[in-house]
């Protein structure tokens, strides 16, 4: 390989500005190069530098008394759950690489494994939060399908449950959609590996499958705007979940021996971004042997080789004493093993093939934190004014009935059964959501009572006016389904979806979203423990430019300390009084209803007060913990109506409700303000239910009760639950199916 070929200095250069190349020699003190530049391009990427984002990103709050290890210090981030286990959390954006192969979401569903993997937990749980187009055009509906088959395929032969998840559809998601990840896993404190090296004389040992040569600058593609045409795209990656469970339980038996030193996953920028990270977390050296790493072809360059996002792939420290016994348990699991490496007590990456230096650069300059570059853009308000809008303002709908079946048939709010049931839901027998019908994934800690309540959360209509707003009423309904599931909220990881970060109107949306959520998390005191920023989801197609709205999403984490105290949403009796913890109200404001049956797609968030918003939650926690309610289900997307029929349905019971007279009968029933829970109440709980909400003081009213199967409000017959079944189950298979 010529290290001084224009072509490779001119691919470098494609993913560099003037500005950085200037400060790369200015902070090496010489001309980097063709094949250095190419690590600093892969390096200080946005996808892995983080370098439009990292400011703001530090004003979270990152500390609690249940963190473990806080988010920035590993690839994921860990919360306490007893003396002997720790809960570890990771956000993924798998992007990009969607909008060109769709299969690619196993690739996602993989990596987000792997670095649970990586410090040594057992992977226990996933959720999926997707992002389509509108789902009428055959090729948004071939996407979905494709997406879904391959997260589907992933977990399934990998064995880990999905507990959960999100998919909604929106047009700015056309040509960009998003694919968000989160994983959880369980590890035992005194098996949790970090991901640096730590002691001169360690080897660097490649574990798993030999390098592919594919995804090679997958992080600068990453990075940048996509093309409708003439886009240069890194040849795909391919996932491999049988190899990825062979490699989970081979680290596993290496883990519990004591031969792993260090570890982290080969993610993007390959080798080389892990070696540095892991140099620079260790305040080590490195030596990289290219020519020591085991590849698929002979005709692989360097570059290559340093840069390949290959899947299924780890890089460890490993004593030298300990190589061999290493080596010989890899041998066992049928997969490959080799010291491509060592540490020493330097501060340089040294890369090397056979006698050639073809890269020696201080670790510092290459990674975050360090010489990467920091970037605090300029912002603008969009300068429209977002307006609430009151029921009143738009013409009384003609028939309330028609407008409720028809609510719960839209793709944003029918069930996701049919995509969850091609889904391995019930892999490691702990995911307990197909048992407990809650608002959030529950998964049983294997051997304890406690369990995990997992829940994600990001209703992008709400902040694309609003982007603070927005965002912080992502955070507070994510905590908001944790508790009405039994549960207390003790951690966020978070995943940022944006345009192009250099746009003023752009970067101001994704600066409030992170402000948005930073003051609820600080009044909450919930940390942000792991999360992900993904920008550049827009594409170029001609002169037009399409950018999907301000899309942060959030996964919440909280614990219940015994299983049996799961709080599902589902009605229990025929009988049982049926009341609204929260005030409603005439706003209609970014409501579902609002944008398809009026068709205004631009308005103000929904009505909400922070203050309110936790008064609440402490209350519902309250009732549920004291076994005062026998049922508990947030109200959001689709509204009151929406969530009475998902209490209904599970059991097959109606109900019988009467609106208040000061609302009118579509914002009540339709509207999506926030801060309100439904909840059912036996005849022997009521008069202790009533007393104990007269003393909080907050507003609750009793909206009817749990009947057979009759759906009715204010006397007027609203059909019967088994014909809501029939169309809330169905329609999205139906509209995909086409």
């Known amino acids: 390989m010529d290290l001084n070929s224009p072509l490779l200095k001119e691919r470098a250069l494609s993913y560099l500005t003037q500005d950085e190349l200037y400060s790369i020699e200015s902070m090496l003190g010489r001309e980097p190069s063709p094949f250095e530049l190419n690590m600093f391009a892969a390096m200080w990427s946005e996808h ?26 590993e690839n994921a981030g860990v919360i306490h759950i007893n003396d002997e286990l720790a809960c570890v959390v990771k956000m993924e954006s798998h992007n990009h690489p969607i909008a060109v192969d769709p299969r690619q979401g196993a690739v996602g569903a993989g ?3 792997r670095d649970l993997i990586t410090m040594g937990a057992e992977p226990v749980g996933q959720l ?3 992002r389509f187009g509108n789902p009428k055009e055959k090729h948004i509906r071939d996407m979905v399908n494709a997406v879904v088959g391959a997260l589907g395929s992933y977990s399934n032969n990998f064995g880990v449950p999905i507990v959960g998840g999100e998919i909604l559809f929106d047009d700015s998601y056309k040509f960009n959609p998003l694919v968000n990840l989160m994983g959880v896993g369980i590890v035992r404190k005194d098996r949790m590996i970090r991901a640096s090296f730590t002691a001169s004389g360690q080897y660097v040992v490649l574990l798993g499958k030999k390098t592919s040569g594919r995804g090679v600058h997958g992080a600068g593609f990453a990075s940048k705007a996509l093309k409708k045409k003439g886009q240069m795209v890194p040849e795909s990656q391919i996932a491999d979940p049988a190899s990825g469970k062979i490699l989970m339980d081979c680290i596993h038996e290496l883990n519990e021996a004591g031969l792993i030193r260090g570890m982290q996953d080969i993610g993007a920028a390959g080798v080389l971004c892990a070696a540095a990270e892991m140099a620079f977390r260790g305040e080590k050296g490195v030596e990289i042997r290219l020519h020591e790493m085991p590849v698929i072809r002979e005709d692989i360059d360097a570059l290559e080789v340093l840069l390949s996002q290959t ?15 290493i080596a010989i348990v890899v041998q066992r699991w049928g997969l490959e093993c080799s010291q491509i490496g060592s540490v020493d007590d330097g501060d340089r990456i040294r890369i090397m093939e056979d006698s050639t230096v073809c890269g020696d650069l201080p670790v510092n300059l290459l990674v975050r934190g360090g ?21 009143e303002e738009v013409p009384v709908p003609g028939n309330m009935k028609d407008i409720a079946r028809q609510i ?35 998964v049983k800690i294997d051997g304890h009572d406690q369990a995990l309540a997992i829940s994600v959360d990001g209703n ?27 549960g207390r909220p003790v951690a966020l990881a978070d995943c940022l979806n944006y345009g192009d970060p250099s746009d003023p109107y752009v970067y101001r949306d994704f600066a409030e979203s992170v402000k948005g959520i930073g003051e609820v998390c600080r009044r909450m005191a919930i940390p942000v423990i792991a999360g992900n920023v993904s920008f550049h989801n827009l594409t170029h197609n001609g002169e037009d430019i399409a950018s999907v709205i301000p899309t942060p999403v959030v996964g919440m984490v909280g614990i219940l300390e015994s299983y049996e105290n799961v709080m599902t949403v589902n009605f229990r009796n025929k009988g049982d009084m049926i009341f609204l913890i929260g005030r409603s109200d005439n706003d209609i404001s970014s409501s579902e209803y609002l944008s ?11 009505k909400f007060d922070l203050e309110y918003e936790m008064k609440l939650q402490q209350i519902v926690s309250s009732v549920i913990n004291q076994r005062l309610v026998n049922s508990a289900h947030d109200v959001s997307l689709g509204g009151l109506f929406v969530a009475l029929v998902e209490c209904a349905l599970p059991g097959g019971l109606g109900f019988d409700v009467t609106s208040p007279a000061e609302i009118r009968g579509d914002a009540f029933l339709f509207g999506e303000s926030q801060s309100r829970v439904v909840v059912s109440v036996t005849a022997e709980q009521e008069t202790r239910f009533l007393d104990f909400m007269m003393e909080t003081g907050i507003h609750f009213s009793a909206l009817g009760h749990v009947t057979k199967e009759e759906l009715r409000i204010d006397d007027v017959s609203f059909g019967f639950i088994s014909d809501y079944a029939r169309d809330f189950e169905n329609a999205l298979e139906q509209l995909l199916s086409d």
Not at 597 to 604: R, T, Y
């Open 48 to 73: 892995i530098s983080y370098k439009s984002s990292i400011k703001w990103l530090e004003e979270m709050p990152i500390e609690g008394e249940n963190v473990f290890i806080p988010a920035r210090d």
């Open 111 to 113: 990596n987000v494994n």
């Open 128 to 130: 999926n939060i997707l």
């Open 311 to 325: 899947q299924e792939q780890m890089l460890l420290a490993a004593g030298a004493e300990d190589f061999e016994k």
């Open 371 to 391: 010489g990467a570059p920091v970037y605090i853009r300029d912002m603008k308000e969009r300068g429209k004014i977002p307006r609430v809008i009151s029921a």
């Open 408 to 442: 719960v048939s839209l793709p944003n709010i029918a069930s996701r059964r049919w995509i969850y049931e091609q889904f391995d839901t019930m892999a490691g027998l702990s995911n307990m959501s197909s048992e407990f019908s809650s608002d959030a994934g529950i």
């Open 460 to 486: 992008s209509r709400y902040g694309r006016l609003e982007p603070k707003k927005g965002a912080m009423i992502v955070v507070v309904e994510a905590a908001r389904n944790i508790i009405c599931s039994g």
């Open 596 to 606: 398809v049956f009026h068709n205004c797609h631009e308005s103000a968030a929904p």
